[in-house]
């Protein structure tokens, strides 16, 4: 009977902790597929949201360099339309003064001319006076018809201009609305992920309450067969232990190598972005030549002068057009001086310039320029 009775609390004990461990199993399978599964889609979230925040500056710096190209540009727009007013006020001046002569020799009749032809004192001087009257007519219409030109090429180039300013703005308007909608994207990932790590957090701490709980029990439930088993003097126990205004001197900047194309492709940049003085071309030049010597530019004249958005001259052809006609004396003579090391002292440090009219920015005005160190 003795024998009987302590087999039986054996066999009780055995049952009470085998029901605790298997009651124990089956909600930490489930507990623990739960948390992989959010801890997964917690780490997909979290790439998909590095990778549109990568997306969003890049799209940033994208948005800069625009931003810098229209505002470049809209400062050569208003410099062409100054120019424009400056073409059409020597046109009509041209115009007046040939109106002015035409009226005197219309008023005075064919009179003077007659005397000044028959005033002649041999063939020779005839024949000579003869040629002044029809260079003088014909200088009238050359004059004309070459300011017409330049009126011409002036409203060609501010067209041209006005319609890269307009893509530009195009542009720059497609790449804010793509920010914009990966910007909600961030956004709505953001809310997903922060969602996911609540109910990942909710489970961990679920978790965490379940496995004491069932340590617990699993105490309790062996504390319940010891007292059990120290009933029957016969039984042997057992336990279980489980164990988560400006200075314009000329300064030496160093020297560099440089071809004969390159000095004639920075005289010809330098042409095109300043007044023809001797100041307003060295003050371009240094910016240029400070950009050659930066490691955060390309380390040649053409590598800086070509790179991508950074001189209106080059993408609107103008820059070509100096190329083709020949730099001015006094710009190859600059050029060659910034390559030999001159630079202008004020805009030593400077590496970026605007048309001053039109830029709202602080900085050393030079000629039509005002010029600045960072952007």
């Not at 029901?19 to 623990?32: C, E, G, K, Q, Y």
């Not at 988560?244 to 190598?257: A, K, P």
Request: aromatic letters at 6%.
């Amino acid at each position: 009977m003795k024998i009987y009775k302590k087999r039986w609390i054996q066999s009780g004990i055995a049952l009470i902790c085998s029901l605790a461990i298997v009651l124990s199993v089956f909600p930490v399978l489930a507990d623990n597929e739960e948390i992989k599964s959010l801890e997964s889609q917690s780490s997909s979230l979290e790439s998909e949201l590095q990778g549109i925040n990568e997306d969003i500056l890049a799209l940033s710096d994208e948005i800069s360099t625009t931003e810098m190209q229209v505002e470049m540009l809209n400062g050569e727009i208003a410099r062409t339309s100054d120019e424009l007013d400056e073409a059409k006020a020597n046109e009509d001046k041209q115009y007046e003064d040939m109106k002015a002569r035409i009226k005197y020799m219309y008023e005075h009749g064919n009179a003077t001319l007659l005397e000044l032809l028959f005033s002649a004192e041999d063939m020779s001087d005839f024949l000579n006076k003869a040629d002044f009257i029809e260079n003088l007519s014909e200088y009238d219409r050359n004059a004309l018809d070459n300011l017409k030109n330049i009126h011409q090429q002036i409203e060609d180039e501010q067209k041209t201009l006005e319609t890269q300013q307009a893509s530009l703005t195009d542009l720059q308007e497609q790449l804010q609305s793509q920010q914009a909608e990966l910007q909600a994207k961030a956004d709505a990932t953001s809310t997903n992920l922060a969602d996911v790590q609540t109910r990942l957090q909710q489970a961990k701490e679920e978790e965490a309450a379940r496995i004491a709980a069932e340590e617990a029990a699993r105490k309790q439930a062996e504390e319940e067969a010891a007292r059990q088993a120290a009933a029957s003097a016969n039984n042997n126990s057992g336990s279980e232990s489980s164990g988560g205004g400006y200075d314009n001197s000329v300064i030496n900047g160093g020297g560099i190598n440089a071809s004969t194309d390159d000095v004639t492709l920075l005289a010809a940049i330098i042409q095109c972005e300043a007044y023809q003085t001797y100041d307003a071309l060295l003050a371009v030049a240094t910016v240029i030549m400070n950009r050659v010597e930066s490691s955060r530019f390309p380390n040649s004249i053409s590598g800086v002068i070509y790179a991508s958005g950074q001189f209106e001259p080059v993408w609107t052809g103008r820059l070509q057009n100096v190329l083709n006609s020949g730099p001015t004396s006094l710009s190859i003579q600059v050029a060659q001086d910034a390559i030999n090391g001159s630079r202008l002292a004020a805009v030593s440090d400077c590496y970026y310039f605007l048309y001053a009219p039109y830029a709202n920015r602080d900085g050393v005005v030079i000629g039509d320029n005002v010029f600045f160190q960072s952007w």
